[in-house]
């Protein structure tokens, strides 16, 4: 006799850029720590208030503009964040 398999629970979070619901490893996470500022977390696991971005370009641009991701971290971006950012999400994919 088989034995039922176990659903897992994916946690869900919506991209900052396009507001789309995706599950948590498939987007990107920023974070706002006490002592480094605001950097991209690879691994999602940083301590901090963070805030999740599809590994697309758009939406990258998007967060970055009208100060959207400055809102969400509760944080102002320095212009070396700023600049950080832009230069991580030159290597994402664009478009689709």
């Known amino acids: 006799m ?3 398999s176990v659903v897992r629970h994916i946690p869900e979070r919506t991209c900052i850029g ?3 619901t995706k599950g948590k490893r498939e987007l990107m996470r920023l974070v706002r720590t006490t002592g480094d500022g605001i950097e991209v977390d690879p691994t999602g696991k940083r301590p901090g ?3 999740y971005l599809c590994p697309r370009w ?3 641009q998007r967060g970055l503009k009208g100060g959207g991701l400055e809102r969400r971290l509760r944080a102002k971006l320095t212009s070396a ?3 950080r ?3 991580f999400a030159s290597t994402l994919p664009r478009g689709g």
């Open 81 to 83: 964040e700023r600049q």
């Open 18 to 20: 396009c507001r789309d």
């Open 49 to 51: 208030r963070g805030v």
């Open 85 to 87: 950012i832009q230069e």
């Open 2 to 4: 088989k034995t039922p």
């Open 58 to 60: 758009e939406c990258w």
